[in-house]
């Protein structure tokens, strides 16, 4: 399967500029073979929290059509990240994916809101824990979201129900790199699987996002991974080699949930 991560400073408080450079993307770095694109954390209007009330998608009604659209335009199914969104008068962070044809494919709130960055004042936390999606060869994934990767919990039930691949969608900052790079790689290891992560970079005024999006394999070794500065991540992952991981290494079958406290 090859996944192309795109890797960008996401403009503070404008949905506009960031669609438009996303669009532009696509048609500059797109490979005519790419099957699935990933996009970062929040890229509609980024950590422009106090502003979210106003500018925030309603019912992922504008983030959806973009994506869509371009999902079908190139042919590709796109984890698109997410966006904040309202729904029922709270604002979430909202992941999710679009197939090729335009269908949406997963929906996912995050869990875990960052009181580093003050989440937890302006977002409500979702309540649902990410399912396992179909891709359009049939793969099976799950999309997860920044902060949520500190809770290796959540990864267990898509991984127990058949993911082969984690795509982890983030605004990391510099200040933490090590622990991304560092968690990244347990939850590759620890579930027997791809872990793909698509981070934000660049300075909003307020944070330094780290960059140095990653593809780790089940053995948890770097398959690639970019820098702290713009570009795009093009690579191929070879999903028979989760299923050696998983025969190796059964992590999952030896699972003792009974004996967990």
């Known amino acids: 399967m090859k996944i192309q991560l795109f890797q960008f400073h996401i403009t503070y408080g404008n949905a506009n500029e960031n669609e438009s450079k996303i669009k532009k993307w696509f048609k500059e770095y797109l490979n005519d073979d790419t099957e699935v694109v990933v996009l970062p954390e929040m890229w509609n209007n980024g950590y422009a929290l106090e502003d979210l009330k106003v500018k925030a998608d309603t019912n992922l009604k504008r983030s959806f059509s973009f994506i869509a659209q371009l999902a079908k335009q190139f042919n590709v199914d796109i984890i ?8 029922d008068n709270n604002v979430y962070n909202t992941a999710f994916s679009v197939n090729k044809d335009g269908e949406l494919i997963n929906e996912y709130d995050k869990v875990h809101l ?18 396992p999606f179909q891709l359009s060869d049939g793969t099976l994934a799950t999309q997860i979201i920044c902060y949520d990767l500190r ?3 959540l990864l267990r039930y898509p991984a127990k129900n058949g993911a082969k691949i984690a795509f982890y969608v983030a605004q990391w900052p510099s200040a933490r790199l090590n622990h991304w790079l560092a968690l990244l790689k347990a939850r590759a290891i620890e579930n027997d699987m791809y872990v793909v992560a698509a981070n934000g970079c660049g300075n909003d005024g307020n944070t330094e996002y780290a960059g140095y999006s990653t593809v780790i394999n089940p053995n948890g070794e770097i398959v690639q991974e970019l820098g702290s500065d713009e570009g795009v991540l093009t690579t191929n992952v070879d999903l028979e080699l989760v299923d050696q991981q998983r025969e190796s290494i059964p992590v999952l079958r030896n699972l003792k949930p009974n004996l967990y406290k």
Not at 115 to 126: A, C, I, K, Q, W
């Open 80 to 87: 698109a990240g997410s966006v904040s969104n309202i729904r």
């Open 114 to 131: 960052v009181p580093m960055l003050r989440e937890p004042e302006f977002l409500t936390d979702g309540n649902k824990v990410p399912e």
């Open 151 to 153: 809770f290796p919990e």
